[in-house]
Structure formats: C-alpha cells, structure tokens
C-alpha cells in the first residue's frame, strides 16, 4: 500500500526539480511506501526527462489553465491516503523526515487537517528573499498554508473539492479557508522544516513576482474586498496620488503632501511590524523597504489584469 503521494506541478523547473525529487528519496526511503507524480505543463526544456529519469511518476498536461488543475490532476492519479503538495523548487531536510512521523500518526488520527510549513530559505538567497521570507516560527496557528508545501489527507481534500481550478493566483489561501470553513484544522509544523530554492534573486524579480500574485486579488470584486493586501494596495496607490498632486497643484498646502507622504511611510513600517512583529529590528526596518516595492508590485497587478482582460475581448471580436 502506498502511505504517501507527493504532488508536484512543474514548468520549465530541470534547475530545481531534480534536487526536490531526490530531497524525497533520500529521506523518505525506508521510511514510507510513497510515489513521486509530477504534472508538467508543457515544459519546453529537460524537466520531464530529468523527472522519468529519476524514477517519478509524469503526467503531462498541456491543456491545463492554473496550478490548481495540475495539482487536482496529479491527486486523481494519487494512491496514497495522505497527500503532501510540494513546489518543484521546494526540498525537504533530514529535519523533515526526523519529525514527520509525529505528524504522519496525528493526521492519521484526524484526518480533516491541513498541516505543513512556511519554507525556509537557503543562506545563498539574496537580501530580498532572506528577510522577506524570514520565519517566524511561533505561529502554530496561520490562516493559511503555501501551496508549496502543505501536507492533508485524500479524505479532507475530496471532501472540500480539491483546489480552485479557476483562480490564477491565491488558490493555496482560498483552499485553506474552505477547509477551515468546513471543520477542518489547520496547524502549521515548523519542524518539517522545508528549503524553497526558487526566491526572488533581486527586488526587480520580487516586484515581477507580487505582479503575477497578486493578479488573484483582482479577479472579481468579491475577491478583491476579501482581499486586505489589495485593499491596501488601493489606499497605498491613493495616497501617492495626493502626494504628486499636492506638490504640483496644492504647492502652498505643504501639510497636505506631508500628511500623504506619513501615510505611505506609516503603512509600509506598520505592514513590517505587523508581519515581522516577532522578529529582530533589522528584519523589520528592512522589509518597511520591502513593503513599499510590493505595494506597488500589488498596485500595478490590477493593470495586468485590466490588460489581459481586454486582449481576450479583442481576441473573441478576431
């Protein structure tokens, strides 16, 4: 009997794949019955050849439109009663194994349960990444689990209809809330401790990241008042707004774009805070930095959208 299925989606990852496939044999081996599927999505270099090659199990599904059908696909070709989603740039550590089977009898016992971890970063990651994915493992009870690594059961899965197929971006939030919604519990486990290799290099990557992500927040308006990022992204924009205005219309009002350019510091320091609140100083000062490129980042998402939306018109009108 297979104990474990790892579900994998993949594109275009022949850099990181492999090393997320071995982190899996070498340290689940002897351990578990597991099976490794990997659902590529049309990869134009090695991914699927390095993939078969190391023993996995490919699936290639070109037809698919968002992640969420990928890793819906991979699990109705699962065999195992536990599922554990993975990233293809996301590794696993001897930590990983070392407490798993805590976590492995406990779901086994309650199996409408969401568990996982926040991935870590590896110290060669660049400043960016090193302090905006800092971890703060005193949070045992987060909102959500990334899509990169979330570990649950075939059971709870089935039960909530897997994940969004429709949404782009978001779909491993939205995921979590519906199982909280339907009784399910979610706790987070730091000590499977998980390696994302795949982190933004620069701030130019990390603001072309928060684009593509935050793209979920502007899909309806109900996705948007649900989101608190996009709704800040709103006021955060605005208030830039009235800061250029007032110095060009209002130039004898200096307390106006004052007032605006405290609004924008004030929410990019607490949104640090708040995140960081746990951490040392120097990770908060350093993403009140952060903070301000993602905004924008979220911001400017709501244009990509608007783009994409009207060249699928032009395109219907062809």
């Known amino acids: 009997m297979t104990n474990i299925s790892f579900v994998i989606p993949a594109f275009n990852e022949e850099k990181f794949l492999p090393r997320t496939i071995q982190s899996i044999q070498n340290h689940v081996v002897d351990r578990y019955s597991y099976e490794i599927i ?29 992640i969420s059908d990928l890793r819906n696909f991979g699990v109705s070709r699962a065999q195992a009663p536990i599922l554990v989603f993975l990233d293809a740039d996301t590794s696993l550590t001897p930590d990983w194994i070392r407490h798993f089977p805590d976590t492995y009898s406990e779901i086994q016992r309650e199996p409408f349960m969401i568990t996982g971890s926040k991935r870590e970063i590896p110290t060669s990651a660049s400043w960016v990444s090193r ?10 009870r987060p909102t959500h689990l990334g899509g990169g690594h979330i570990i649950t059961t075939r059971l ?24 909280r919604k339907s009784g399910a519990m979610l ?32 899909m309806s308006f109900d996705s948007f008042l649900r989101s608190k990022v996009a709704i800040l992204s709103v006021v955060f924009f605005l208030l830039h707004v009235v800061f250029v205005s007032s110095l060009v219309i209002f130039t004898t009002q200096p307390l106006i774009w004052a007032a605006a350019f405290l609004g924008i510091l004030s929410l990019c320091v607490l949104s640090a805070y708040y995140q960081h609140r746990n951490q040392a100083v120097r990770v908060v000062l350093a993403n009140s930095v952060i903070y301000y490129v993602y905004y924008w980042a979220r911001a400017i998402s709501f244009v990509s959208v608007l783009i994409r939306r009207t060249a699928k018109k032009h395109t219907r009108r062809v």
């Open 156 to 179: 709870l899965f089935d039960k909530i209809g897997g994940f969004s197929p429709a949404m782009e971006t978001g779909e491993d939030y939205e995921f979590c809330v519906r199982a």
């Open 131 to 140: 302090y905006w994915f800092e971890t703060d493992k005193t949070n045992l």
């Open 38 to 66: 990997i659902v590529d999505h049309g990869s134009t270099d090695r991914t699927v050849e390095l993939a078969r090659a190391l023993g996995a199990l490919v699936y290639e599904r070109t037809e698919a439109k968002t």
């Open 187 to 218: 706790t987070a486990r730091p000590d499977l401790r998980a390696l994302h290799y795949g982190v933004p290099g620069s701030l130019r990557q990390f603001f072309m990241r928060e684009v593509w992500h935050g793209r979920g927040d502007w």
